[in-house]
């Protein structure tokens, strides 16, 4: 019989690379995989479905006011406990609950389970109200080392972990890197995007790919482009908020071109053609549980450039500095003028072959199967 994984996330799995890369590696190391979660992608859930034969049972999308996000809260916790009545089996099951809010919502019940929390985000020990009306005779900080398993995506936030949760063991670690076989296959850009893309061929494209907010910098790097050389282009890459429209209406040119969100695996398509790629994450007084998540950032993006060997510009953070460090992969910046930032821009390009190939050492380093098949196969 083939040992189960049952994997819930109260997000929307389109959201998450890392949760698909997760089915996409069970699929292939043939586990049976029940998946209970949103999805606002049909061809996410196709791929999941129909190549990995995931077994989906569709929650509704998560969001909205604070009130709304508690009945919605109840409401997926009940349904969630409901198909484990009938998918788990205690003999060859795992429970993945995945995301730190996921965790936190079964923190009561974390025991009656195989159950693997997999964090993501550092999770601040005080929980908040509405958690504790879900689960009003137990607390985070005690439940959380009641699972059989603790994944945490950064090495630093792993050792935090395991101190502040007086943990007897270190967390494992599995980085946030893509694994998608389907990604290799053929897919094809809107062709609204195949036409603005095709206009940039013989350029040096730099790419932000990622949410649009104040604390990332991006006009910091809009003001770089325009001190370089007129073969390097700017792409901006995501949408979704205000900053994104403003932005655009106010530096959209030949030279800074806006795109929308695609939806992974498609927006590797645009990743591939960077020249280099920028990681910014800036963090100043803000709660110490935001401020760890920043500091020892563990960023998709970072494997998703070195994927297609893309050297990187980022912020100085302890998590980058040490990637980059250990594989020159990139250049850190303790000062995200647009000067610094042209700057190491040609520094990177007069040595682009051997940035490049660091980036596909980077990349190389982690393999994600085994990572994953040594967390579900460790009997420890």
Known sequence: MKSKVILTMIYD???????????????ELNYEIVYIGGCSNVAIERALIEKNHVKFYKTPLYGGNGMQRIIQQWKYRKQVLKVLKTEYSSKNTFLWLLHSETVSLFSGVLER????????????PSQKWAYKLLNPFSSFEDNLKKSKKIICCEYNRAHITKAIYNLEKLPYILPNKPYNKQSEESV?????????VAKYKNKKIILYQGIFIAERKVDDFIEAVNLLPNDYVLFLMGGGTSLYDELKNKYQSDRIVFLPFLAPPLHLEITKLAHIGILVYIVNGVPINHAINVLYCAPNKLYEYSKFGIPMVANDLPALNMA?????????????????????ILKIDSDYEGYSQSSYQLYNSIDMVDLVNSIVSDEG
């Open 324 to 344: 980059f460090y250990q594989n020159k992969a990139g250049v850190c910046l303790r000062s995200l003028s647009a000067k610094e930032i042209s700057e190491a």
């Open 13 to 27: 799995i389109k959201l998450f690379p890392p949760v698909i890369s997760i089915c996409n590696i069970l699929s």
């Open 113 to 124: 389970y195989n159950t693997i929390s997999h964090l993501f985000e550092f999770k601040n």
């Open 188 to 196: 094809v850009l809107p062709l609204s995007i195949q036409e603005i």
